[in-house]
């Protein structure tokens, strides 16, 4: 289900005009229009063949978490790497998995079930509130999820609140590049990497990391401090 949002234009049928307006329009405040993924398609989130791009057991092993950790699978979805995050906070950890559609989650659920999968809980979050506790996550990570955001602005900020002082944002998406197009949105709906670091560090956040792993998707770290130097690192295939 996709949503539109409608800007008014200038009366006067001048291209001009038309120009100088769309220039007036701040680039951090012109909301883009989301497009919800329909739940009852979760099962094609799942899709073995997705495996051989997504590379769920390298991207949590670059995640670098420890026993114990919290969290947070923001915008979850069909909890694709629900079980990876499980097993590698252990059972002194804990998964919250977080997403605006009942459907998803239910979905999630019957998968935790399956699984027996005892530390993770799922989350009926809002569009701008993850309904998490202030200062309660290592790590918040966002797999395919900021491209559906129309104003991306007002979530980041609840993540930032939600991440314990030393936490970090890990924030996965499609390239905005037409060799990137055989999986995934859309280039139409896709968010370029330098819009989206840019829109990320006005919320209060600095790109610590950018890992090449990814054929299709770029992968950054964020971590909620101004202080850590930028770094670029590869992880073998």
């Known amino acids: ?34 497009v919800i993924f329909n739940p009852q398609n979760a099962a094609q989130l799942d899709q073995p063949s997705r495996d051989a791009w997504q590379l769920p057991s390298e991207v949590v092993t670059s995640l670098k978490l420890r026993e ?18 499980s097993k590698a906070v252990g059972a002194s950890g804990r998964v919250f998995a977080t997403d605006i559609q009942p459907e998803m989650l239910a979905y999630v659920q019957r998968k935790i079930s399956e699984l027996d999968l005892r530390n993770v809980t799922t989350v009926l979050s809002q569009e701008a509130d993850t309904r998490l506790e202030p200062a309660s996550v290592d790590l918040a990570l966002m797999v395919d999820v900021y491209h559906e955001l129309g104003s991306p602005a007002p979530l980041l900020s609840n993540i930032h609140a939600v991440l314990k002082p030393n936490g970090r944002l890990t924030i996965i998406d499609f390239k905005a590049n037409s060799e990137s197009d055989r999986v995934g949105p859309p280039l139409s709906h896709r968010v370029p990497k330098d819009r989206l670091i840019a829109e990320v560090e006005r919320s209060g ?31 073998p295939q």
């Open 1 to 34: 289900m996709r949503h539109f949002t409608i800007f008014p234009v200038p009366s006067t049928p001048s291209l001009a005009l038309l120009i100088a307006w769309l220039a007036l329009v701040p680039a951090q405040e012109t909301p883009r229009s989301p």
């Open 68 to 85: 114990g950790n919290v969290v947070a699978d923001i915008g979850t979805g069909s909890g694709y790497f629900v079980p990876y995050l």
């Open 205 to 235: 956040f600095t790109l610590v990391e950018s890992i090449d792993l990814l054929p299709y998707q770029y992968f950054l770290v964020f971590s909620g401090k101004r202080e850590t130097p930028v770094g670029t690192t590869s992880t």
